[in-house]
């Protein structure tokens, strides 16, 4: 099982939206609606940020959304925020071996 | 309010082992799954593998298999990951995550991490 999919930088300006996309296989993201967004800053442990595709767990901004389309899963952040600057995996559950995949990660630069 | 705790940061030599742990300090340890994820340095998240605590079924990502050992101590709501002999490549920082018992579920609530450096 490899690792899933991600642009390596997507980078926008204050106030602008932006897309990760996330690409698996029909073994994962294709098969399963339990993917996973998650914001890692630099020396700190990752975030959840959006689980089971499109919800949005308590305290997080609704400036996060998620969808899927097929293998490909997508984040998108709505009026990028300085601190939105950080990592963003994806992740997601396989039912096999590996449970679960993360994403190769994704640099959000604001410009 | 729920934490997960790791122990503090490591430096060993190649082919000594080493144990690190991850203390729930929430309630119901047993009906939670915990998960170990490695980053290494500058690199990616990694899933190692996890355990459900209530009967230790563990599952493992192919990569890690036979290279480190999870465990828990329900008795002090705690897991551990372990090796063996580290090597070099087991440089990396390890993170303890942890889901509820629901097919899919996703890791809510993450240690802060345990720094591994492995290096004569």
């Known amino acids: 099982q490899s690792a899933l999919t991600q642009p390596a930088s997507v980078s926008g300006s204050p106030g602008q939206s932006i897309t990760i996309s996330c690409t698996g296989t029909?073994?994962?993201?294709?098969?399963?609606?339990?993917v996973s967004w998650y914001q890692q800053h630099p020396g700190k442990a990752p975030k959840l940020m959006i689980y089971?595709?499109?919800n949005r767990p308590s305290g997080v901004s609704n400036r996060f959304s998620g969808s899927k389309s097929g293998s490909t899963a997508s984040l998108t952040i709505s009026g990028l925020q300085a601190e939105d600057e950080a990592d963003y995996y994806c992740n997601s559950y396989t039912g096999s071996s590996p449970l679960y995949v993360f994403g190769t990660g994704t640099k959000v630069t604001v410009l | 309010e729920v934490q997960l705790v790791q122990s503090g940061a490591e430096v060993k030599e190649p082919g000594e082992s080493l144990k690190i742990s991850c203390k729930d300090s929430?309630?119901?340890?047993?009906?939670?799954?915990i998960a170990w994820v490695r980053q290494m340095p500058g690199k990616g998240l990694e899933w190692m593998g996890i355990i459900n605590p209530s009967n230790s079924d563990t599952r493992y990502s192919p990569s890690f298999q036979g290279q480190v050992t999870i465990s828990a101590d329900n008795s002090i709501t705690t897991a551990y990951l372990q090796w063996s002999s580290l090597k070099a490549s087991d440089t990396a920082m390890y993170y303890c995550?942890?889901?509820?018992?629901?097919?899919?579920?996703?890791?809510?609530?993450w240690g802060q991490g345990t720094l591994v450096t492995v290096s004569s």
């Open positions: 029909s073994s994962d993201v294709g098969n399963y609606n339990y």
């Open positions: 995550a942890r889901r509820i018992s629901s097919t899919g579920a996703p890791f809510e609530y």
């Open positions: 089971d595709v499109s």
């Open positions: 929430g309630y119901s340890f047993t009906t939670y799954w």
